[in-house]
């Protein structure tokens, strides 16, 4: 029996978007593809509101790859990374594995970094870069970057602000141009409920001009290059073109919905979910940045997450445990992509019914 995926990564996909993938393949130095590709970029830059110097790529790639792309081609001499979470630890470690001086703020697991710590440590001038994550998805914790973004543009001009948003793109707000950063990334298998394979980064002229002063940017990870193509609609290398027809649907089908509309679908299942986990538990993450895609849950109860996926799988759904070090101390319910909220009424119910919770 398939199980329907409410874990906070790869998210359920719909028959419509894997037929998608079955289209003739054509070639990638074709004018058919450019066609393909900028109709894609052109949808992506209508959804995300975007201003002509906030520009839109694709790659073929897992969102990590960001990570490298920022560590390559954007810190000049010394980056600050924020890290609360798994994820964001990643990326710092990632900027370090780029040979680059980076510097961790490092805040106990479940809380969100704030503006202030970030000033405190900016204030010194010797960073050229910061990086966030929008949603640690390993802790359900949403970091304020609008609150960032506007503290970083008002005292800290200079410094290029990147954001992971991997888990978040296309389910929360992430308006560039309201958050005030420089690149913000996201993954195709997280809100976008796509299969894994690609991500979407939306990149800011300043960012692009940083990037043409950094040595050694490497080949996959050089942003200047990727850029360069982007302005005959093409990539630098060989895409997956297959999960480019299916974005281009899901492209469709987000301006269909509107981004407003998407929003508000989120927000609902999460704030459910949430009121839910509070009556019957408690939040892992920090009262006021809870998730909006995944809600990390603490399993005060004591309850044997391993035995609920195993009997959830029977009715055709699964969850997620703990990331790590947090397994069965905590569980995680991912609602994001496709998902609505009575999909998520139902899966809740079924979580009552197993672990014999009042409703």
Known sequence: MHKKLLIPGPTEVSQEILSEQTRPLIGHREKEFSQLYGGITEKIARFFELPSEIKPTITTSSGTLWFDIVGRSIVKQKALACVNGAFS???????????????????????????????????????????????????????????IGKMVRNKYPNVIYA??????????????????????????????????GLAVALVNDKAIERAKEVPNRGTYTDMVDIFEFEKKNQTPFTPCIPLLYALNKRMD??????????????LEMAQYTQQWAKKNFAMFSEAGYESVTVSCIKNTQGKNVKELNQKLAESGYMISNGYGKLAEKTFRIGHMGEWNLTGIKEVIGLIDEIWGLKT
């Open 163 to 196: 954001i992971d948003a991997v888990s978040s793109m296309a389910g929360d707000k992430t308006l560039p141009q309201e958050i005030g950063c420089d690149i913000i990334f996201a993954s195709t298998q997280k809100c976008f409920a796509l299969p894994p």
């Open 89 to 147: 630890l990643r990326c710092a470690e990632t900027l370090k594995a780029c040979g680059k001086q980076t510097d961790f703020l490092e805040v106990e697991w479940g809380k969100a970094v704030k503006p202030e710590m970030i000033a405190e440590k900016l204030d010194s001038g010797e960073y050229d870069t910061l990086t966030v994550c929008h949603n640690e998805s390993s802790t359900g914790v949403r970091n304020p970057i609008s609150d």
């Open 253 to 266: 089908l987000l301006l269909e919905e509107t981004y407003d509309k998407v929003y508000q679908r989120h």
